[in-house]
């Protein structure tokens, strides 16, 4: 698994996955091709996960806690219970497609910062624009 792999699991929980239903669960009728239909009621379907509220996660992760998760890649890690050290930024940089120098420069890490709350949104966090921007 990698390091946003972690991160994103730290803030949405385990169980945050979408199911995959089957097109013959849904209608009760069998696939194309196979002839007999099924006189069982088709099953609910699932209701989509609906989106994380990430910042709310966080400010009650962080509840106490004298870390700047708001900007600091860093902080975000410590607070994740993920090791903050440079070799993992570079892993989550690489991962996330940085391409200047890997070398823990505040330029690197505030890029690392946004990015991962880019990429969160993407896979169904609600991030505020002032934490993407």
Same mark, same amino acid.
């Given at each position: $698994?990698?390091?946003?792999?972690?991160?994103?699991?730290?803030?949405?929980?385990?169980?945050?996955?979408?199911?995959?239903?089957?097109?013959?669960?849904?209608?009760?009728?069998?696939?194309?091709?196979?002839?007999?239909?099924?006189?069982?009621?088709?099953?609910?379907?699932?209701?989509? +996960?609906?989106?994380?509220?990430?910042? !709310?996660? =966080?400010?009650? $992760?962080? &509840?106490?806690?004298? =870390?700047?998760?708001?900007?600091?890649? +860093?902080?975000? $890690? #410590?607070? =994740?219970?993920?090791?903050?050290?440079?070799?993992? !930024? #570079?892993?989550? &940089? !690489?991962?996330?497609?940085?391409?200047?120098? @890997?070398?823990?420069? &505040?330029? $690197?890490?505030?890029? @690392?910062? #946004?990015?991962?709350? !880019?990429? =969160?949104?993407?896979?169904?966090? #609600?991030?505020?624009?002032? @934490?993407?921007?």
């Amino acid at each position: $698994m990698g390091i946003f792999s972690s991160i994103k699991d730290a803030i949405f929980g385990h169980k945050a996955h979408a199911q995959t239903v089957q097109p013959s669960e849904v209608t009760g009728v069998a696939p194309s091709g196979q002839g007999a239909v099924s006189n069982q009621p088709a099953p609910a379907q699932p209701t989509a +996960v609906s989106e994380v509220d990430v910042e !709310r996660n =966080l400010s009650d $992760m962080a &509840a106490g806690k004298n =870390l700047n998760w708001r900007s600091s890649i +860093v902080d975000l $890690m #410590k607070l =994740l219970g993920i090791d903050s050290s440079l070799d993992n !930024r #570079k892993e989550l &940089a !690489r991962e996330l497609g940085y391409t200047g120098d @890997l070398d823990g420069s &505040a330029e $690197m890490n505030i890029w @690392l910062h #946004k990015a991962t709350m !880019r990429e =969160l949104a993407a896979n169904g966090g #609600k991030v505020p624009a002032e @934490l993407t921007d």
